[in-house]
């Protein structure tokens, strides 16, 4: 799985520190990016359960 295409706002810079923000549209797509890796991460802890 690859990171989802995020767009960001134009970037604020003061000093050494750089302050990016999300967009105003939705987060479908990311939080169904996220939604697949704890289903992918949470059948590799129980497999690990089967196994301890």
């Known amino acids: 799985m690859s990171w989802p295409a995020?767009?960001?706002d134009?970037?604020?810079k003061v000093?050494?520190?750089?302050t990016c923000k999300l967009g105003l549209r939705r987060l479908e797509d990311e939080v169904m990016w996220i939604e697949s890796y704890r289903q992918l991460w949470d059948a590799r802890f129980h497999a690990l359960d089967?196994?301890?």
């Not at 000093?15 to 750089?18: H, K």
Request: aromatic share 8%; hydrophobic share 45%.
């Open 10 to 12: 134009p970037t604020e």
């Open 15 to 18: 000093g050494r520190v750089r």
């Open 6 to 8: 995020v767009a960001f």
């Open 50 to 52: 089967r196994v301890v």
